[in-house]
């Protein structure tokens, strides 16, 4: 069996083709980057997106002369919105991090309706706004996997799956229908959204292929990653270092919280299948190799992404720097988008290591917290820790993060975990997997990174305070 996943992250589009056993054997990719034309906003160009999803797709299937599916995996909440007649958009799509409709949020906060800018809801209100002020034209809304979809169906499908459905902000919190009071509010007609469909299951054919396969997986990208990872039982938690950081873990039922527990974070769907779906939560830091390529791009102290390992084990510590990295605010446990990034602790004979060191250790602090909220809100003790995405071959970053949250860290042989999550799906819906279940026995780590050390965390408990609500407005945002 072989299965196309088409793979949507923030910097571009992967094709990969996966046959159970063997893993990825063939895989293009096209960059897709985003763009930032002011400060706090992300967008990028979905037609853009769609040419490089139908090319790199159409060369993966043609290197293994076709495939049995199709799987689609994610970034959640970036928000397209386009004619459905024409299939153009009619606007920038928006990235997930992209914050122009802050102030969009905070008043409808005063009206008792608590979104949060990184969700989809009033990005695709805002877009509906610039496009269509009266609300007249027959316009279709969806997140990246929805219009991948309907890119590969020649426009047939208009869907999305319940693991994408948490983040558009939209529905009623046991996620079984959609908010009517809240789209009257943004003024979203529901005709323009995406029908719901199982996560594990065929829900069209993509007739922009050769032979038509079925598209039998959708997944966001954080779920794919943790099913990716063999992560399906109660307990089992991974992280996605990618340009934020991402901490999901599987719980036995959903939790009691209805929108955000006491430590931060959110309950999700972990997949949908049969009819049903199966839950966990999700604990959030908005940038983390944002901090790295800040460090690349904008301050120019190291050449690559990759170099910061090097550059950050050439001291044996920080020497009292401390880094909160907060460049798009903090988001669990404590959620103020009025935050931003700090360096403390510089004296005259800080430099470039230790900098670069104090930025790997910030971004492990943060996920130690993200780890302390998800077990406080999950009621679970989160005894090993796998990761995956572009950090996970930092060796000192690793390292500290074993060291900060004190337990091992398995590191996923697939860089883009998110990658083999979509084929298990489409896999499973034909019949490669047995079910949810058997995916377990997937997982074997590429290597285990065992504390050695541990990092300060009183200390860093008050360094994260320091960063907090540098600009209170901002702060005020509740959801």
Same mark, same amino acid.
């Given at each position: 069996?072989?299965?196309?996943?088409?793979?949507?992250?923030?910097?571009?589009?992967?094709?990969?083709?996966?046959?159970?056993?063997?893993?990825?054997?063939?895989?293009?990719?096209?960059?897709?980057?985003?763009?930032?034309?002011?400060?706090?906003?992300?967008?990028?160009?979905?037609?853009?997106?769609?040419?490089?999803?139908?090319?790199?797709?159409?060369?993966?299937?043609?290197?293994?002369?076709?495939?049995?599916?199709?799987?689609?995996?994610?970034?959640?909440?970036?928000?397209?919105?386009?004619?459905?007649?024409?299939?153009?958009?009619?606007?920038?799509?928006?990235?997930?991090?992209?914050?122009?409709?802050?102030?969009?949020?905070?008043?409808?906060?005063?009206?008792?309706?608590?979104?949060?800018?990184?969700?989809?809801?009033?990005?695709?209100?805002?877009?509906?706004?610039?496009?269509?002020?009266?609300?007249?034209?027959?316009?279709?809304?969806?997140?990246?996997?929805?219009?991948?979809?309907?890119?590969?169906?020649?426009?047939?499908?208009?869907?999305?799956?319940?693991?994408?459905?948490?983040?558009?902000?939209?529905?009623?919190?046991?996620?079984?229908?959609?908010?009517?009071?809240?789209?009257?509010?943004?003024?979203?007609?529901?005709?323009?959204?995406?029908?719901?469909?199982?996560?594990?299951?065929?829900?069209?054919?993509?007739?922009?292929?050769?032979?038509?396969?079925?598209?039998?997986?959708?997944?966001?990208?954080?779920?794919?990653?943790?099913?990716?990872?063999?992560?399906?039982?109660?307990?089992?938690?991974?992280?996605?270092?990618?340009?934020?950081?991402?901490?999901?873990?599987?719980?036995?039922?959903?939790?009691?919280?209805?929108?955000?527990?006491?430590?931060?974070?959110?309950?999700?769907?972990?997949?949908?299948?049969?009819?049903?779906?199966?839950?966990?939560?999700?604990?959030?830091?908005?940038?983390? %190799?944002?901090?790295?390529?800040? /460090? #690349?791009? =904008?301050? @120019?102290?190291?050449?690559? *992404?990759?170099?910061?390992? &090097?550059? $950050?084990?050439?001291?044996?510590?920080?020497?009292?720097?401390?880094?909160?990295?907060?460049?798009?605010?903090?988001?669990?446990?404590?959620?103020?988008?009025?935050?931003?990034?700090?360096?403390?602790?510089?004296?005259?004979?800080?430099?470039?290591?230790?900098?670069?060191?104090?930025?790997?250790?910030?971004?492990?602090?943060?996920?130690?917290?993200?780890?302390?909220?998800?077990?406080?809100?999950? %009621?679970?003790?989160?005894?090993? /820790? #796998?990761? =995956?995405? @572009?950090?996970?071959?930092? *060796?000192?970053?690793?390292? &500290?993060? $074993?060291?900060?949250?004190?337990?091992?860290?398995?590191?996923?042989?697939?860089?883009?975990?998110?990658?083999?999550?979509?084929?298990?799906?489409?896999?499973?819906?034909?019949?490669?997997?047995?079910?949810?279940?058997?995916?377990?026995?997937?997982?074997?780590?590429?290597?285990?990174?065992?504390?050695?050390?541990?990092?300060?965390?009183?200390?860093?408990?008050?360094?994260?305070?320091?960063?907090?609500?540098?600009?209170?407005?901002?702060?005020?945002?509740?959801?």
């Amino acid at each position: 069996m072989k299965i196309l996943v088409i793979d949507v992250g923030t910097s571009g589009v992967r094709a990969a083709v996966v046959e159970p056993g063997r893993g990825v054997v063939r895989s293009h990719r096209r960059d897709v980057l985003p763009d930032s034309p002011a400060a706090g906003l992300v967008e990028f160009d979905a037609s853009v997106l769609a040419d490089a999803v139908l090319t790199v797709a159409r060369d993966a299937v043609g290197d293994v002369g076709g495939v049995d599916a199709v799987g689609v995996a994610n970034q959640r909440a970036s928000t397209i919105v386009w004619d459905r007649a024409t299939g153009d958009p009619v606007g920038p799509a928006l990235g997930w991090q992209d914050l122009r409709t802050v102030v969009e949020c905070l008043t409808l906060n005063g009206q008792g309706f608590h979104l949060a800018p990184n969700l989809l809801a009033t990005k695709a209100a805002h877009l509906l706004d610039l496009a269509d002020p009266e609300r007249q034209r027959d316009l279709c809304i969806g997140s990246v996997d929805s219009w991948v979809v309907w890119t590969l169906t020649g426009g047939a499908a208009h869907v999305t799956d319940p693991t994408n459905l948490g983040v558009y902000g939209l529905r009623t919190p046991d996620q079984t229908a959609w908010d009517q009071p809240l789209l009257d509010a943004l003024r979203i007609p529901v005709d323009a959204l995406p029908t719901v469909v199982d996560s594990i299951g065929a829900c069209a054919e993509a007739t922009a292929l050769d032979g038509a396969p079925p598209v039998a997986g959708i997944l966001g990208d954080q779920q794919a990653s943790l099913l990716g990872q063999g992560c399906v039982r109660p307990g089992q938690a991974k992280i996605t270092f990618g340009t934020g950081g991402m901490l999901d873990l599987c719980l036995d039922d959903r939790p009691s919280f209805a929108t955000r527990g006491s430590g931060g974070t959110f309950p999700i769907v972990t997949v949908g299948v049969d009819g049903g779906r199966r839950w966990g939560l999700e604990a959030v830091m908005l940038s983390a %190799g944002t901090n790295v390529e800040w /460090l #690349r791009d =904008d301050l @120019g102290i190291i050449d690559s *992404a990759e170099e910061s390992d &090097a550059v $950050a084990a050439s001291c044996a510590d920080t020497d009292g720097v401390a880094y909160v990295p907060a460049l798009l605010g903090l988001g669990t446990p404590v959620w103020d988008y009025g935050a931003r990034g700090a360096l403390l602790g510089l004296s005259r004979g800080s430099g470039r290591p230790q900098i670069v060191r104090a930025v790997l250790e910030g971004v492990a602090q943060r996920a130690a917290d993200l780890v302390d909220a998800a077990e406080t809100d999950g %009621g679970l003790d989160i005894p090993v /820790l #796998r990761i =995956d995405g @572009g950090m996970s071959v930092n *060796a000192t970053f690793v390292q &500290a993060l $074993a060291d900060a949250t004190g337990r091992p860290v398995e590191i996923s042989p697939e860089r883009e975990a998110t990658t083999l999550g979509a084929a298990y799906a489409a896999g499973t819906a034909l019949g490669a997997w047995a079910d949810v279940d058997e995916l377990a026995s997937t997982w074997a780590p590429t290597d285990v990174v065992e504390p050695v050390g541990s990092l300060d965390r009183e200390r860093w408990a008050d360094t994260l305070r320091r960063a907090q609500q540098w600009f209170p407005d901002l702060s005020a945002i509740t959801f």
